[in-house]
């Protein structure tokens, strides 16, 4: 069991944001509001399912500080390497070790 416990190295704040792209969202509709055909307004269900895409980055969900890998430019975008990240700064508790 982990225990998240971010602290937001810009402004402080405690939680974080994955952002994808490429994503399909697929969401079942309530009902359907037409007063007017051009500006027919769906009410969504909460049934919201969504498939595909890629992780873009991590961020701050305050002030959307973006989390990079120790020495490098890019945006972190994989779960494993956010792991490490954290870990390294003691923002998650764990039961694993981390492989040298
Ligand atoms: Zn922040």
């Known amino acids: 069991m982990s ?15 994955e952002v994808m792209a490429n994503v399909t969202v697929s969401t079942e509709l309530e009902n359907l509001y ?5 500006v027919a307004e769906p009410e969504y269900g909460d049934n919201e399912r969504h498939g ?6 991590f961020q701050c969900s ?5 989390f990079r890998k120790d020495g ?11 792991a490490i990240w954290l870990k390294k700064r003691k923002m998650v508790t764990d039961d694993w070790e981390e492989a040298e």
């Open 3 to 17: 225990d998240l416990k971010f602290k937001c190295p810009n402004c402080g704040y405690h939680r974080l944001t």
């Open 34 to 38: 037409i007063n007017d055909p051009m």
């Open 52 to 57: 595909g895409g890629y992780i873009l980055r």
């Open 62 to 66: 305050n002030c959307k500080w973006v």
């Open 72 to 82: 490098e430019n890019n945006p972190i975008t994989s779960y494993a390497d956010l």
